[in-house]
């Protein structure tokens, strides 16, 4: 029997509970020879980790267990209870810069998502692209780019979850798939993030285990979690992140680009303090606490928090690498520690409980231009050369 016909005929059960009941109350000589075929779209009902607030009973007045029908667990035989409690977890997350990595991890382990992704509307390159993701191949992470127009995402109309297994949707989808992972997947779950008729991003699942069928639990339950989470998610989007960063460019760019601004400096003006800058110490801090976040993501956002920082006093460009050539006036070459435990500050307000030291934000040999004479685009390039070179 193939994976989509026996979970068809799993999803006709009369209830989640009364399937589970019937397995519970089977003898082990009725178990079958082999392994079961893993199910694509599984949710863990049977082992969710649902606090307890009832008070402790007396070990002495309460009744024996059954030997032959173990208690079923309150998530087992309430899923409405458990969908409220994820749903309450998920509207408690702060919008904080890493709030798709938070959010996509509290799902992937309260749903035993074990290949899945939380793509979010990159308004930028105007297709929808990973944040966080796990259980897939570098390849695929970086073709996981799926745009609006012309793709099965047309079909994310509203709240409500889709589950694509038609043949043409599928092959639409695999394109964007490494060529090891578009084989391991009959299915696939979309559980939009909508404001209105704004898709902001969604939630696409390959594989859940351990084995319970898809259905309406497990489709409730993921529309009921995207409600919860939309508030904090538009608000990342439209405050946080805003639309229209600046795309990535080259380290060549990047320097003609500060050389330019140091060269239109206006003589007899306060000096640019001018410094090389590293944030890799800041990324594998992140990292460890939020190991879905999407490595890429990661940097474009640090990027555009040092670019934002520096904008009002002067100027940064990123050289790759989370290294940057910063340009600020109105501070001393001495002072460059300043700068740093003011970013590291700020790092530490934008990523939830992410503590930032002041040596996370490595920071070069400082230079001054104009240093004593008319600054000059000969001058700031062979300056920058030299810095970005160190």
């Not at 409690?85 to 938070?102: F, H, K, N, Q």
Request: proline content about 9%; charged content about 25%.
């Amino acid at each position: 029997m193939s994976l989509l016909e026996k979970a068809s005929a799993f999803a006709r059960a009369k209830s989640l509970l009364h399937r589970s009941l019937e397995l519970l109350s089977e003898e082990p000589s009725s178990a079958p020879a082999g392994p079961a075929e893993p199910s694509v779209f599984d949710v863990p009902v049977f082992r969710i980790r649902v606090k307890n607030t009832e008070p402790e009973k007396n070990p002495e007045s309460a009744p024996a267990p059954s030997r032959t029908a173990p208690p079923v667990p309150s998530a087992a035989a309430d899923p409405a209870a458990f969908t409220e409690e994820l749903a309450g977890e998920v509207a408690s997350l702060e919008p904080t810069i890493d709030l798709p990595s938070r959010l996509f991890g509290l799902l992937k382990d309260r749903l035993g998502i074990a290949k899945g992704a939380l793509l979010l509307h990159d308004t930028v390159r105007q297709v929808f692209a990973p944040w966080a993701a796990a259980g897939y191949d570098a390849a695929t992470l970086r073709r996981l780019r799926i745009p609006p127009e012309g793709t099965v995402f047309g079909r994310l109309v509203g709240s409500l979850p889709v589950e694509v297994s038609d043949p043409k949707g599928i092959a639409d989808l695999r394109r964007f798939f490494s060529s090891r992972e578009s084989g391991n997947f009959e299915r696939l779950l979309l559980a939009p993030f909508s404001a209105g008729d704004r898709l902001l991003g969604a939630l696409l699942v390959s594989q859940i285990a351990p084995p319970i069928p898809a259905g309406s639990p497990l489709t409730d339950c993921l529309a009921r979690a995207a409600a919860a989470a939309l508030p904090a998610l538009q608000r990342l989007r439209d405050e946080i992140l805003r639309p229209g960063r600046a795309g990535p460019v080259s380290p060549r760019e990047a320097r003609e680009d500060l050389t330019r601004f140091l060269a239109a400096h206006t003589r007899g003006t306060q000096p640019f303090t001018v410094f090389p800058l590293s944030l890799e110490r800041c990324r594998k801090r992140v990292i460890s606490a939020n190991p879905w976040f999407d490595p890429f993501r990661l940097e474009e956002d640090l990027r555009s928090v040092v670019s934002g920082f520096t904008a009002d006093l002067g100027r940064a460009v990123h050289l790759g690498r989370l290294r940057f050539l910063v340009a600020v006036r109105d501070l001393s070459a001495a002072d460059t520690d300043l700068f740093v435990h003011q970013l590291a500050s700020l790092l530490g307000s934008l990523f939830h409980a992410t503590s930032f030291e002041p040596a996370d934000a490595e920071v070069g040999t400082a230079r001054t231009f104009p240093d004593g004479a008319e600054g000059t685009p000969e001058a700031a390039a062979e300056l920058l050369a030299s810095l970005a070179a160190s």
